[in-house]
């Protein structure tokens, strides 16, 4: 799903989803804009990464995502034709708080009171 394909449907289902932002927001989006890796074309390198990430951990979807401030955009993604979701979409937008571990599992998102409302969660 697009950022600009967001439907009716969807926008009832996020009501309630808003993603809370980093407290160093303003900060953080400063230096993903210096990286300049924002809307950039396809790079192999992280096309062949997610390729393997997808096969030695045996998942279907494999994404490089940055969080800008009203999306998702994928440097690279394997299994899912999006280029870019919605940030309240975005699992990776709770990876990015502070009071978030370093590493985030989700054991079942149908059950986790954050994303089981997503319309991407089914």
């Known amino acids: 799903m697009e950022i600009d394909r967001i439907t009716e449907d969807d926008r009832q289902k996020l009501r309630g ?24 074309k396809a790079d192999e390198s992280f096309d062949r990464f997610t390729s393997l990430c997808s096969r030695l951990f045996k998942m279907p979807i494999v994404l490089v995502s940055l969080v800008d401030a009203d999306r998702q955009w994928f440097k690279s993604r ?45």
């Open 17 to 40: 989803l808003k993603v809370p932002l980093p407290k160093q927001e303003e900060d953080r989006l400063l230096v993903l804009r210096q990286c300049n890796l924002l809307d950039t």
């Open 78 to 122: 394997f299994g899912l034709a999006a280029p870019q979701t919605h940030r309240d979409y975005a699992f990776c937008a709770y990876t990015i708080l502070e009071e978030t571990p370093r590493v985030m599992v989700v054991p079942d998102a149908q059950l986790d009171a954050r994303f089981k409302a997503n319309p991407l969660v089914v």
